[in-house]
């Protein structure tokens, strides 16, 4: 069974930094993308980054210049490098996975087929 772990979420203010971390089991293998999303009240979800089995990072258009994503493969965990946060990245952030099948592509403009609970990043000012 595929489960998914997001930690790393909290409360900090405009302008600073934040690192979400997403640690998978039961793939077996390391042939899998990581997906993260968010969720702000009232709003649709919205992806922000994906990165593949292979190491291959890809953004949503809105979120390149301050996010990075990044993987560790010998600890299962993917992380989420938040940098200048603003006032409207508060959201619930989720991390979701699917198989890569060797690809180098992931698109978080849908949604993946593993979801891990989300965790709270909230911005104030």
């Known amino acids: 069974e595929v489960q998914l772990q997001a930690s790393g979420g909290g409360l900090v203010q405009a302008g600073e930094s934040l690192r979400l971390s997403c640690t998978a089991s039961?793939?077996?293998?390391?042939?899998?993308?990581i997906g993260w999303y968010r969720q702000a009240p009232g709003k649709e979800r919205e992806g922000v980054s994906c990165i593949t089995g292979d190491g291959t990072a890809h953004y949503a258009d809105s979120m390149k210049g301050r996010f990075t994503i990044s993987r560790d493969v010998a600890k299962n965990t993917v992380y989420l490098q938040m940098n200048s946060l603003k006032l409207e990245d508060s959201a619930v952030y989720y991390c979701?996975?699917?198989?890569?099948?060797?690809?180098?592509?992931?698109?978080?403009?849908?949604?993946?087929?593993?979801w891990g609970q989300g965790t709270q990043v909230t911005v104030s000012s």
């Open positions: 039961g793939f077996g293998h390391d042939d899998y993308s």
């Open positions: 979701s996975a699917e198989e890569s099948y060797g690809s180098s592509y992931c698109d978080t403009r849908y949604g993946m087929d593993y």
